[in-house]
């Protein structure tokens, strides 16, 4: 018996076969899940990808900035979900900062602009995603948020880490609204891996060679599967009463000083 049989989820962040949305799907799927993946885009893109999972999932296309794609999601996802359309699990794995608002000086520097599509994107979706999925959820189903650990300044993450700020906030407050409905929101603190997400981060290098030697159990930043291991640990119903929480990934860096 899989940890997450008979489960249905919404995966979306899908890039790449190295990306932790993929990773986490693929292990649902060995875990029992039944998997439908959003992309942004390079549709084709990830519908290649999606054939590359143990069981090919359907994919469809999700920009959580445009409220007519929000407002259908619903409608479009259903045909995938069986004969008693349901969500028990939906995965946040969505980022994004222009250029402006990371590196050197981009904090001082950015434009509004560059900041708002940050936040939008990078926090204020996970509302959107949630309110979208909502007519689908009910009692016992999990929203999981994809998070860096944003509790103090990072190198070069600059607006970025000020989205994850927000994030972190809208998933506590997202738990105290949607708790009264049974619908657990939870956010995954992942320590840094090695993905186009992080490849597009100036600095990112930075990390490298400081968190394997900082994390008390180490850290392969070339090894996503941890981290989406603890992804379907918190889609799963092994963790019933947590929701408002960041469950750190990170191999404990976050518990130690320098």
């Known amino acids: 018996m899989g940890l997450l049989d008979g489960k249905r989820l919404l995966i979306t962040g899908v890039i790449t076969d190295a990306s932790l949305a993929?990773?986490?799907?693929?292990?649902?799927?060995e875990q029992g899940a039944e998997v439908v993946l959003t992309g942004f885009g390079r549709m084709r893109l990830v519908e290649r990808i999606a054939m590359r999972l143990p069981k090919p999932a359907p994919v469809v296309e999700l920009d959580v900035s445009d409220q007519e794609q929000l407002d259908s999601l619903v409608e479009?996802?259903?045909?995938?979900?069986?004969?008693e359309p349901r969500l028990d699990g939906v995965l946040h794995s969505i980022g994004f900062a222009p250029a402006g608002a990371l590196g050197e000086g981009a904090f001082l520097n950015a434009r509004w602009e560059d900041v708002a599509t940050t936040i939008q994107v990078s926090a204020y979706s996970l509302k959107s995603l949630a309110m979208a999925c909502k007519p689908l959820l009910g009692p016992g189903s999990s929203i999981v948020g994809m998070d860096f650990d944003n509790?103090?300044?990072w190198p070069a993450y600059?607006?970025?880490?000020?989205?994850?700020?927000?994030?972190?906030s809208v998933t506590r407050y997202l738990a105290r609204d949607l708790g009264r409905d049974g619908i657990r929101v939870n956010l995954v603190a992942a320590g840094p891996v090695k993905t186009m997400a992080a490849k597009s981060i100036p600095g990112f290098s930075a990390f490298e060679d400081v968190w394997d030697k900082r994390a008390p159990l180490g850290w392969d930043m070339n090894d996503p599967v941890p981290v989406a291991k603890t992804v379907c640990a918190a889609l799963?119903?092994?963790m019933p009463t947590t929701t408002g929480s960041m469950i750190m990934a990170d191999g404990g860096v976050h518990a130690v000083g320098v």
């Open 158 to 168: 600059d607006w970025m880490g000020v989205a994850k700020s927000a994030l972190e």
């Open 236 to 238: 799963s119903d092994w």
């Open 151 to 153: 509790r103090q300044a």
């Open 76 to 83: 479009r996802i259903t045909p995938h979900l069986g004969d």
């Open 22 to 29: 993929f990773h986490s799907a693929k292990i649902a799927q």
